[in-house]
C-alpha cells in the first residue's frame, strides 16, 4: 500500500469518528508516515499514527 492511500484510510476513520463523536474537533498524523511522499511504500510492519484533537478530556 502507498503512504497516501494509507493516508485517505485513515482521513475517512476520522471524518468517521468527528460523526458519532461531537468532541472530537480534528486530527493531524504524527509517526514515521509524515515526512512520507504520498506515493512511497508503507512497509507491511508499519501503520499511520493518527492523533485526534478533542474538546475536552477522553
Not at 497516501?4 to 482521513?11: D, H
Not at 512520507?36 to 499514527?49: C, E, I, Q, Y
Amino acid at each position: 500500500m502507498r503512504v497516501g492511500a494509507a493516508r485517505a484510510v485513515a482521513a475517512g476513520w476520522v471524518r468517521e469518528r468527528m460523526r458519532v463523536d461531537p468532541s472530537v474537533e480534528g486530527a493531524f498524523f504524527s509517526g514515521s508516515t509524515v515526512g512520507l511522499p504520498d506515493d512511497a511504500l508503507l512497509p507491511p510492519w508499519s501503520d499511520v499514527d493518527v492523533l485526534l484533537v478533542c474538546r475536552g478530556p477522553v
